[in-house]
């Protein structure tokens, strides 16, 4: 079974600085993808970014960015220049290989203040 | 492109009753998942349609069933609605071209169960 998990039920930022939010998981998938994905107030869920687990090298999204370290299983996204337009629920996810079902953590809410 | 769409937006139903969620993928899009996003919580995945075949199952009572058409448009039904039914209800779709491909989200639909 798939688990993941955000520690941090709230963050907050001020604009155009920078901030990371946590994310660890636990597989035993050999093969397996990871997620972040952003829900503004409207609801809709817009990916951010996509890592294959295979890949060494860490995903990257204009200013958004992972530390994918697969041995401790952690997955953290970092928003760099922070936005008000970032302001959202993020949350992290993650796929089997042989399976498009996506786990879910609880979300991280971030605040950016001007 | 279009993107996925859901409707309706919002649903006001009474327990006991039954109700019928419908999306539509977005273009070139063959698969459709299900999510339960209750209040405060990330989305639980319900159930995944592939080419017109339940592919996926989350841990949802057999009151939770679901429809895929030859457009690759979708339906999800619930029955004997219970007041904990109440909850954001999310589709996905995506190309499943390779194993695992990005789901793409629609805005949702609210249904209230009183």
């Known amino acids: 079974a798939q688990t993941v998990t955000q520690s941090q039920p709230e963050m907050s930022v001020q604009e155009a600085e920078t901030v990371t939010l946590s994310c660890t998981y636990d597989?035993?998938?050999?093969?397996?993808?990871l997620f972040w994905y952003k829900q503004p107030p409207s609801r809709q869920m817009i990916l951010v970014i996509r890592?294959?687990?295979?890949?060494?090298q860490n995903a990257t999204e204009n200013r958004f960015s992972v530390n994918f370290q697969k041995a401790a299983k952690s997955f953290s996204l970092k928003i760099s220049d922070s936005q008000l337009g970032d302001a959202a629920m993020y949350f992290c996810?993650?796929?089997?290989?042989?399976?498009?079902?996506?786990?879910f953590g609880k979300g991280t809410k971030l605040t950016v203040n001007p | 492109e279009t993107g996925v769409t859901q409707s309706p937006t919002h649903l006001i139903k009474t327990r006991g009753q039954q109700v019928t969620l419908r999306c539509s993928s977005q273009?070139?899009?063959?698969?459709v998942s299900w999510y339960q996003q209750a209040l405060g919580q990330g989305p639980q995945f319900i159930f995944q349609?592939?080419?017109?075949?339940?592919?996926g199952r989350g841990n949802f009572p057999p009151r939770f069933s679901g429809l895929q058409f030859p457009n690759y448009s979708s339906e999800l039904n619930v029955n004997a609605l219970e007041l904990d039914d109440s909850a954001l209800y999310l589709c996905?779709?995506?190309?499943?071209?390779?194993?695992?491909?990005?789901?793409?989200f629609g805005p949702g639909t609210r249904l209230l169960v009183l």
């Open positions: 996810a993650s796929a089997g290989g042989g399976s498009e079902k996506l786990v």
């Open positions: 273009s070139g899009h063959n698969t």
């Open positions: 349609y592939y080419r017109e075949e339940e592919n």
């Open positions: 890592q294959e687990a295979y890949k060494q």
């Open positions: 996905a779709s995506s190309p499943r071209r390779r194993n695992q491909e990005t789901q793409y």
């Open positions: 597989t035993s998938e050999s093969d397996y993808y």
